[in-house]
């Protein structure tokens, strides 16, 4: 690999890529159908699938265990799908990854994990020494160089991972599931940590994940994949704002929970009785400008009675459901008014 890859050039390319598994049980599995993926140097980008959708397979063919059926694989500028094993195995060096079960070796310390692959790759002792110690101090746990991973909580685990990934200065970085078996407050704390790895090291981030909760944190784009395809794909602005598929919007839902559902709307809908709308809200759409003169324009009040607004992007987003109260035709003429601002949904009595 090249040493510089500059940001906003691509350095991942997946082009109409397609990968076929013959299985004795089922036949042919088809996991990946034309899958068409482009990943910027410098990006942190999330793939986000429900289980079997294709995710590992996809990671396994950008590192280059799994080939194409068909398609090519293009990292750094190189075509993965003519090289023999062995320069696959110079693109592997360049590839930094870190898994779901941390995968450390509990027979050695946490230093000797990290320095693993710095042996492999023939470093002498002395230089061995300095990285390791320069990579555990990064990542926050140079005081836990002499403890074995049994002694770690899984937080320290994952740092040790990423500081074992990131050993033989990697320009990509693949995180396949790596917050999953951790806490919210762990998954939090090793999600700044990658954005670091990210700014300060300018590795590329791909992050394969089943939670848009990451998503959300972390990443610049997303693409979405269900069933081998992708069926969505661009800045995670864009797809949280107006996700078009069913399923982006099933995995947009589990963040914003910004739509009362289930028992909490039954309560709702028992205490108001009035016309319920659920308002998008969004920086760029002022509705308390709308809502504050709702009275004196169209003889409507409102009351909040649900509602979720998240951090995206550096922009409020999120949902606010309000009962209005007054005539049938000022509710109407208050939510037109709404609806040129953002998009207003009735909630169905
Ligand atoms: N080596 C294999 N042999 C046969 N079928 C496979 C193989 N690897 C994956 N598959 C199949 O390909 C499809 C996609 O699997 P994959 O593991 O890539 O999905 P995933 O999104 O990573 O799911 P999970 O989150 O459960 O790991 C599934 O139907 C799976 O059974």
Known sequence: MSSEARPGTPLIELRDVTKVFTTAGRGRVTALDGI????????????IGYSGAGKSTLVRLINALERVTSGRVIVDGIDLTTLSERR???????????????????SRTVFGNVAYPLKIAGWSKADIEKRVAELLNFVGILDKAWHYPD?????????????????????ILLADESTSAL????????????????????????????????????????????????????????????????????????????QPEGTNLERIRAR??????????????????????????????????????KELAGQSF?????????????????????????????VAS
């Open 36 to 47: 068409d993926l482009t990943i910027e140097a410098g990006d942190i980008f999330a793939i």
């Open 88 to 106: 696959l195995r110079e693109v592997r060096r360049g590839i930094g990854m870190i898994f779901q079960q941390f995968n450390l070796l509990r």
């Open 151 to 171: 002694q770690l909580s899984g937080g320290q685990k994952q740092r040790v991972g990423i500081a074992r990934a990131l050993a033989t200065n990697p320009k």
């Open 183 to 258: 806490d919210p407050e762990t998954t939090a704390d090793v999600l700044r940590l990658l954005k670091r790895v990210n700014t300060e090291l300018g590795v590329t981030i791909v992050v394969i994940t089943h939670e848009m909760e990451v998503v959300r944190e972390i990443a610049d784009r997303v693409a979405v994949l269900d069933s081998g395809r992708i069926i969505e794909q661009g800045r995670v602005l864009d797809v949280f704002t107006d996700p078009q598929h069913e399923t982006t919007r099933r995995f947009v839902g589990t963040v914003l929970r910004d």
């Open 272 to 309: 108001h009785p009035g016309r319920l709308v659920t308002a998008r809200v969004r920086d760029d759409r002022n509705i308390g400008a709308v809502l504050s003169n709702a009275h004196a324009r169209h003889g409507v009040s409102f009351e909040i009675v649900y509602g979720g607004i």
């Open 318 to 346: 999120g949902g606010l459901t309000l009962e209005l109260i007054g005539d049938d035709s000022g509710v109407d003429a208050l939510i037109a008014e709404l609806r040129e601002i953002t998009e207003v949904q009735e």
